[in-house]
């Protein structure tokens, strides 16, 4: 593996796959219209006991990865909405802790849901897992050697290619480059993640 040399019609796109668990990451290379895979892989974290080691692991692994290949774009699979409330919590600290450390070494930000981005590789939002890593690996000619065993890696070169096919649409999705940007834009959905927040813990005093 070796550090991505651009040229200057070429950007680098940085797709993360949050988890409390497993992170996935995914890097393409735009090169014009054309996608080209440079890398994808997974952060293990299922071993480190303390939540707050794992975000710590998460965050310095988010920054190993912008320094080491310079993305010019960051892309990350939004938080769905689950029955499990302690989950979703975790995996929102996740997320924002990735999130936080692209816009330490200012990368604008974009965000897509997941049923958006099987819709933009498979062509069916009730994709799976396997069923879209069959059909990235096909689409960016991907070695049988370079594929992975946990989902998650190709997970979030999913989100890297949807970003591709966003950006090459000139569709814009939910780019931020600051929180201050993001709370402006997303008024309704901040203080109704702060009431949810306050309501979880008068329940959890009473």
């Not at 996740?94 to 590789?121: F, T």
Request: proline share 3%; charged share 25%; glycine share 6%.
């Amino acid at each position: 593996m070796s550090p991505v040399k651009k040229g200057a019609a070429e950007r680098i796109i940085l797709g993360i796959d949050p988890g409390t668990n497993l992170m996935g990451f995914g890097i393409i290379r735009s090169v014009g219209n054309k996608a080209e895979f440079v890398d994808l892989g997974v952060l293990d974290i299922r071993k480190v006991s303390d939540t707050y080691m794992k975000l710590k692991a998460i965050y310095d692994k988010i920054i190993e990865l912008v320094d080491y290949y310079l993305p010019d774009e960051f892309a990350i699979e939004s938080q769905f909405f689950g029955k499990n409330v302690q989950s979703m919590l975790k995996l929102g600290r996740a997320q924002g802790v990735a999130i936080a450390a692209a816009l330490q070494r200012d990368l604008p930000i974009a965000e897509y849901a997941p049923l958006k981005i099987k819709m933009s590789i498979t062509g069916n939002g009730a994709a799976t897992k396997e069923q879209v890593a069959s059909m990235l690996q096909r689409q960016l000619n991907i070695p049988d050697e370079a594929m992975q065993q946990h989902l998650d890696a190709t997970d979030a070169l999913g989100v890297a290619l949807c970003h591709f096919h966003q950006i090459n649409r000139v569709v814009p999705e939910k780019h931020f480059t600051s929180w201050k940007e993001f709370a402006a834009k997303n008024e309704k959905r901040v203080s109704g993640w702060k009431e949810f927040v306050e309501n979880r813990k008068k329940k959890e005093e009473e």
